[in-house]
């Protein structure tokens, strides 16, 4: 089954490579979706795809790449959108 999460991350995750290394793990998991900065300094995503596939990148979210330091990840489940694909917004 196919489900949608609104993401937003806390912590140390702009300016260490978040957003390409999110599109790279979503791209690699085949979902769908964008990730962009926001001017509080966190990370917001929405990410839609096969509920097992979500769950995974939602793992990986929790701690990002190397230089990240997620301290806070906040979720809310929402209607799916039909992204064609993911991207950096």
Same mark, same amino acid.
């Given at each position: 089954? +196919?489900?949608?999460?609104?993401?937003? @991350? /806390?912590?140390?995750?702009?300016?260490?490579?978040? !957003?390409?290394?999110?599109?790279?793990? *979503? !791209?690699? @998991?085949? @979902?769908?979706?964008?990730?962009?900065?926001?001017?509080?300094?966190? %990370?917001?995503? $929405?990410?839609?795809?096969? $509920? *097992?596939?979500?769950?995974?990148? %939602?793992?990986?979210?929790?701690?990002?790449?190397?230089? *990240?330091?997620? +301290?806070?990840?906040?979720?809310? +489940?929402?209607? /799916? $959108?039909?992204?064609?694909?993911?991207?950096?917004?």
């Amino acid at each position: 089954m +196919k489900v949608h999460w609104k993401i937003t @991350l /806390l912590g140390k995750v702009q300016g260490v490579w978040f !957003r390409k290394s999110t599109q790279h793990e *979503a !791209r690699k @998991l085949g @979902l769908t979706g964008f990730v962009k900065n926001e001017k509080d300094g966190s %990370v917001y995503i $929405e990410v839609e795809g096969e $509920e *097992a596939a979500v769950s995974e990148f %939602v793992a990986w979210c929790s701690h990002g790449p190397d230089l *990240a330091s997620v +301290k806070n990840v906040s979720m809310t +489940k929402s209607d /799916l $959108e039909g992204f064609n694909s993911f991207v950096i917004a």
